[in-house]
């Protein structure tokens, strides 16, 4: 299996090289050149196997220049013992008696669904350096709003050869994912707050990346710059494994083996939907693919339209992980739907980064809106299905998960990205509560309130150190970065 870039299909690279690599030099995203098919038998091998099995049954198929021995010590070191609260990893749960199917994807250390990938990318990405005799320190740089800073700290943490330094907006993160970040345990780790918002948190990563003097320094201490943002992919792979997943317990749960089940995602980089693209593609009898979005309808309206335009108000929403108006996974779909046309896909991105918009032809919106339905959903509406999802089915949602629920129906398999807990006030209102005190009490009150427990390394936050309280201005933050890797 071989690796060629959206913008330019003859660059040829190996999935180690290309997990390694990250992103092409043309600025296009990696993609296999051909998707692997699998068939029923497949299904019913992997049916009785555990999530462990799965996962390296799927990556064997993309990642074939990694030998078993390795597919099995990445797979084991990120869903092995004591990693995942749940002995399924990632399991489906009927949301009571008339509600829909639920994938839930956090019962990882940070109880939210990048944890799936986060803690599989550090280990794919050593081993992949060391296949390809590369012996530079691979130092992780990340801005964040929030969920993937946190996922990455906890899945690069004492990873050895490995650093990693995230930047996160000082007053633009939910106060439990401040700390979250603040407490984050490790040697190899690093955290700062940003005097400014997301957006001078990314430029600034953004112009360290781009920094040749800075990367020839850094080369001449053995130090080689990543990212560990979802146009990786090696961090997109290990989510197509939970859908294959998911069908299998669909099936052992009674669902006759190829009959189809729709999907309905909560979307915001267009990553999470794009795994499940690919395991349609492969075979998987996945139906319609529903693209969930927030009040940031960018997405919807380019699945309704064929324009993607950016040039648009940006919305807080309830559901910040999802606020996003640049989904950078879409420019793989495009590639894949257009039968591989990397000059069409390079001419519209590079559209989209002058113009702030591009439209694709009809025929191509069409295919599209044969396998994706796309819709979107405001606060009100999210927060009006946790309330009936918990009164009627006795099923607690978070506020991204709602998002998709309320546009899936009862036989739909909806992906549940978060844990409830992570967003206790918007939770307890959409419950009729009044949220009482500090997010510590928001937690302990949600769980009096539905008897449910609050997720352990939620929990534990409460007695941990913190450990980063340095904020800098978006200007130092080179300095920041010297000092982190120093
Ligand atoms: C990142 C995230 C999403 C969006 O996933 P994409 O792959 O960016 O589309 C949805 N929900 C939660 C909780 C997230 O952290």
Redesign the pocket.
């Known amino acids: 299996m071989e690796y060629q870039s959206t913008r330019n299909r003859s660059v040829r690279l190996s999935s180690a090289q290309a997990i390694v690599e990250g992103i092409s030099r043309d600025g296009g995203l990696f993609v296999p050149t051909s998707i692997p098919q699998v068939d029923r038998e497949f299904l019913e091998k992997l049916g009785k196997m555990d999530y462990i099995g799965r996962a390296k049954e799927v990556l064997a198929l993309y990642l074939t220049d990694f030998t078993p021995g390795e597919l099995d010590a990445c797979v084991r070191g990120a869903y092995g013992e004591g990693r995942f609260s749940h002995p399924k990893v990632a399991p489906v749960v009927k949301a009571g008696k008339g509600g829909p199917w639920m994938l839930e994807l956090w019962h990882g250390p940070t109880c939210?669904?990048?944890d799936m990938a986060l803690q599989l990318l550090p280990r794919l990405m050593t081993t992949a350096a060391a296949k390809l005799g590369d012996r530079h320190t691979i130092a992780v740089l990340t801005a964040t709003s929030g969920?993937?800073g946190k996922a990455a700290l906890e899945g690069f943490r004492d990873v050895p050869g490995t650093k990693v330094l995230v930047f996160y907006p000082q007053d633009g993160v939910s106060p439990m994912q401040k700390r979250q970040m603040a407490t984050q345990q490790g040697e190899n780790v690093g955290v700062f707050g940003i005097e400014g918002n997301f957006d001078a948190a990314q430029s600034g990563v953004k112009a360290i990346f781009g920094d040749r003097a800075f990367a020839e320094e850094l080369e001449k201490e053995g130090i080689r710059l990543s990212s560990a943002n979802?146009i990786n992919w090696g961090r997109l792979v290990p989510q197509i494994v939970y859908y294959v997943s998911a069908y299998c317990d669909l099936v052992a749960g009674g669902l006759p083996m190829g009959e189809r089940v729709d999907v309905a995602?909560?979307?915001?980089?267009?990553?999470?939907?794009l795994a499940a693209y690919y395991a349609r593609e492969m075979g998987v009898p996945l139906g319609r693919l529903i693209c969930a979005s927030n009040r940031n309808r960018v997405l919807t309206d380019f699945f309704q339209t064929g324009r993607y335009d950016r040039n648009r108000p940006f919305y807080t929403t309830d559901?910040p992980?999802?606020d996003?108006l640049i989904?950078s996974?879409l420019e793989r779909l495009l590639f894949h739907l257009t039968g591989g046309d990397d000059q069409a896909v390079a001419g519209w991105m590079a559209q989209l980064s002058a113009q702030g918009w591009y439209q694709v032809p009809e025929p191509l919106r069409e295919k599209a809106a044969e396998i994706f339905g796309a819709g979107s959903c405001g606060d009100e509406e999210a927060r009006a299905t946790i309330g009936r999802l918990y009164r009627e089915e006795g099923y607690l949602a978070?506020p991204?998960t709602a998002v998709a629920a309320s546009l899936a129906g009862p036989g739909t398999l909806v992906v549940s990205?978060?844990s409830p807990y992570k967003f206790p006030a918007c939770v307890l209102e959409a419950l009729g509560q009044v949220p009482a005190g500090e997010d510590f009490d928001q937690l302990d009150q949600l769980s009096r309130v539905t008897g449910t427990p609050v997720p352990a390394p939620l929990a534990d936050l409460r007695s941990r150190e913190v450990r980063f309280r340095e904020s800098c201005d978006p200007a130092a933050m080179l300095q920041a970065v010297r000092q982190g890797l120093a």
């Open positions: 939210a669904f990048k969920d993937t979802s995602v909560p979307t915001g980089n267009f990553g999470d939907i559901s992980s999802m996003i989904s996974n978070d991204h990205t978060a």
